[in-house]
């Protein structure tokens, strides 16, 4: 855990907080992040962290009650398990108790929770959506909102996010969004997850840039 932050841990997850500096009030975004098919990692947690800075709250519902998985497979293995809409349920409860606008986000497969909230939730502030993104449409959450800033990050050969449409959905979310509300950033390389510090697939050099680029969305917020 970065310095400054204090984690706090419950049944819904942890929550990267800011322990706030004397001064003037800097203007926090409250921010819930959702966590990959693996589950609620300890680089989901460092990734939370680092989003959150000196300045925002960021909530990391666990949706695995405590168990993670060292690969892709195990993890889609343990989801087959759980009742999809107990999921949701518990998704939509995390959000409902924020007390007012948030920001959604969500890594991979938290994406699913992420982009849909984001689309339907009358308190989305933003959408930040790593390595995976839905196309907008009947065939999706509904349209897109008007006005509701996004950001898409992943890897250029991701086989999940390059090769089975995520980018291009990406691509025409932003367009719809227009370039003052939508942004898509590709990086070099085939890593899927690449922003977990946890995992093998982590790479420093594109997760800081992501990072970067998503503190300055919420700067703008």
Do not use: K, N
């Not at 990692?41 to 998985?69: K, N, Q």
């Not at 990050?153 to 370039?179: C, I, N, Q, S, T």
């Amino acid at each position: 855990m970065a310095d400054g932050l204090r984690d706090g841990v419950g049944a819904l997850g942890s929550r990267a907080t800011p322990a706030r500096p004397p001064g003037p009030e800097p203007r926090m975004v409250d921010v819930v992040l959702f966590h990959h098919v693996q589950g609620l990692t300890s680089g989901v947690r460092a990734l939370a962290a680092e989003l959150a800075g000196s300045e925002h709250t960021v909530t990391t519902p666990d949706l695995y009650a405590g168990r993670t998985f060292d690969s892709i497979e195990e993890g889609f293995a343990h989801l087959g398990t759980l009742d999809p809409a107990a999921v949701e349920r518990q998704v939509d409860d995390v959000v409902a108790a924020r007390p007012g606008p948030v920001v959604l986000a969500g890594i991979s497969w938290g994406v699913t929770h992420a982009q849909r909230l984001a689309q339907t939730h009358p308190q989305a502030r933003a959408a930040l959506l790593l390595e995976a993104c839905f196309p907008v449409g009947e065939d999706g959450f509904g349209p897109w909102p008007e006005g509701l800033p996004v950001q898409v990050h992943g890897m250029d050969r991701d086989p999940f996010f390059a090769a089975e449409g995520d980018l291009d959905a990406a691509r025409e979310l932003v367009a719809l969004a227009g370039p003052q509300h939508g942004e898509v950033f590709t990086y070099p390389g085939d890593r899927h997850l690449f922003v977990d510090s946890s995992l093998p697939s982590y790479d420093p050099a594109a997760a800081a840039l992501a990072v970067g680029r998503a503190r300055g969305l919420l700067a703008r917020l």
